[in-house]
Each structure stands twice: as C-alpha cells, then as structure tokens.
C-alpha cells in the first residue's frame, strides 16, 4: 500500500515562502491524481490544490490563487506545495492525499491520506 510522507512545514513570517514536498512509496504514484488539504484549529478539513497524474489540470481554492502552486515529480514520486505570500490565515496542519482523479479530489474523496506536516504564519 502506497505510504506518501509530507515534509517541509514550519513557522515562518506573514508574507513568506515555503515549499512543502510529499514522497509516495511506489512508482504507482505517478499514475494517480495528488491533492493538498488543510485542518486549522477547530476548523473541518478543506481542500487547497490538486494536480492530475501528468502535471495538468491543476485546481485551486479560490484562498489560495495566485499565492500557491502545485507541481509534482514523477521521477522522484514527489510532489510539492509552493505557498508564497503567506498570510496568518494559512496557518494549518497540511495534508497531502492521493486518490485516482483530481475530481476525486476536489470532492474529497481520497484514496490514501500522508501525514500532516504544521505550517505556522505569524503576523
């Protein structure tokens, strides 16, 4: 069973940049739609971005337009979350998920949820 592994969070300042990165365990990673989601305290889950297998069709919340790109490596079975500009707001546990196709995604139905990686933003 594929294992995806978020890394790359942390606190940064208000108008920052990080880049988070997910590594999937198996090659089969690079035929599957990837997605990012985050939880704020006492806040539901929610969608931030997806990415179908081939690098195209990337999907935003309209929170994060402009702000966050979505890419991914399928050499590497990787894929990443460059979040610019970054505001108190944005401060969540980010999640990375996987699931066949984006639409799958964008109705957060997911196939196999990583492990949160936190992502501070002080104003």
């Known amino acids: 069973q594929v294992q995806l592994v978020a890394s790359g969070g942390g606190l940064v300042q208000a108008g920052g940049s990080l880049r988070l990165s997910c590594a999937a365990s198996?090659?089969?990673?690079?035929?599957?739609?990837m997605g990012w989601f985050r939880q704020a305290p006492a806040k539901d889950r929610e969608f931030v971005a997806a990415?179908?297998?081939?690098?195209?069709?990337?999907n935003y919340a309209d929170s994060v337009k402009g702000r966050f790109t979505i890419s991914r490596d399928n050499a590497k079975n990787t894929v990443y979350l460059q979040m610019n500009s970054l505001k108190p707001d944005d401060t969540a546990v980010y999640y990375c998920?996987?699931?066949?196709?984006?639409?799958?995604?964008?109705?957060?139905?997911?196939?196999?949820w990583g492990q949160g990686t936190q992502v501070t933003v002080s104003s």
């Open positions: 998920a996987t699931s066949p196709r984006t639409a799958t995604i964008l109705r957060g139905t997911v196939s196999k």
């Open positions: 198996e090659r089969a990673f690079s035929s599957y739609a």
């Open positions: 990415i179908a297998w081939n690098g195209g069709n990337e």
